[in-house]
T-cell receptor, first 112, second 111 residues
Framework: NAGVTQTPKFQVLKTGQSMTLQCAQD?????MYWYRQDPGMGLRLIYY???????DKGEVPNGYNVSRLNKREFSLRLESAAPSQTSVYFC???????????FGSGTRLTVV | GENVEQHPSTLSVQEGDSAVIKCTYS??????FPWYKQELGKGPQLIID?????GEKKDQRIAVTLNKTAKHFSLHITETQPEDSAVYFC??????????FGTGTRLTIIP
């Protein structure tokens, strides 16, 4: 089992460019999540999808959009990247909220 | 909503000694408490979890204790080894609600 797969692993964007971070899980999990992690800070929830067909805002949703394409895939889109969005992004999935999350290996994004 | 506080933010212990990380939570309805370990350059990994119907759970050198009355839970690592150096996160959740994470503890094991 691959678990949670994130692509790309590294990305450099210019301010104003757009991009989509991809996430896929093969564990038949219902819930999926996008987090960002900045130096010295914990995990901040951007968006989550409790089940296929639903998405909800987390703690820091501004500047992002998400799509739950199907049960396996949950993508995060930056429409107009800003330097403040320089961060490491993690996707995670779980059977449901009160079960352990499985995290991907992360995408390191730099916006210049 | 739930609020989880984690202490200390950094912890250094001599190899072979024990390490303890503590978390408190605000929502008395929370019933699931996992701990994650994040090694440098990797995503967090679940290392142990506990549900509110038990007070303690052990897995080799790691253990978690839960005090529902006081609304706090702790991670205990005994006989620490260099590979235990990492950032540790606690979290809490109720039912199908999403996890609320603590702010993390950077544990350094001194050889």
């Amino acid at each position: 089992n691959a678990g949670v797969t994130q692509t790309p692993k590294f990305q450099v964007l210019k301010t104003g460019q757009s991009m989509t971070l991809q996430c896929a899980q093969d564990m038949n999990h219902n819930s999926m999540y996008w987090y960002r992690q900045d130096p010295g800070m914990g995990l901040r929830l951007i968006y989550y999808s409790a089940s296929e067909g639903t998405t909800d805002k987390g703690e820091v949703p501004n500047g992002y959009n998400v799509s739950r394409l199907n049960k396996r895939e949950f993508s995060l889109r930056l429409e107009s990247a800003a330097p403040s969005q320089t961060s490491v992004y993690f996707c995670a999935s779980s059977l449901q909220g009160d079960y352990g999350y499985t995290f991907g290996s992360g995408t390191r994004l730099t916006v210049v | 909503g739930e609020n989880v506080e984690q202490h200390p933010s950094t912890l250094s212990v001599q190899e072979g000694d024990s390490a303890v990380i503590k978390c408190t939570y605000s929502d008395s309805a929370s019933n699931y408490f996992p701990w994650y370990k994040q090694e440098l350059g990797k995503g967090p990994q679940l290392i142990i979890d506990i549900r509110s119907n038990v007070g303690e759970k052990k897995d080799q050198r790691i253990a978690v204790t839960l005090n529902k009355t006081a609304k706090h839970f702790s991670l205990h690592i005994t006989e620490t080894q260099p590979e235990d150096s990492a950032v540790y996160f606690c979290a809490a959740a109720f039912g199908n609600e999403k996890l609320t994470f603590g702010t993390g503890t950077r544990l350094t094991i001194i050889p």
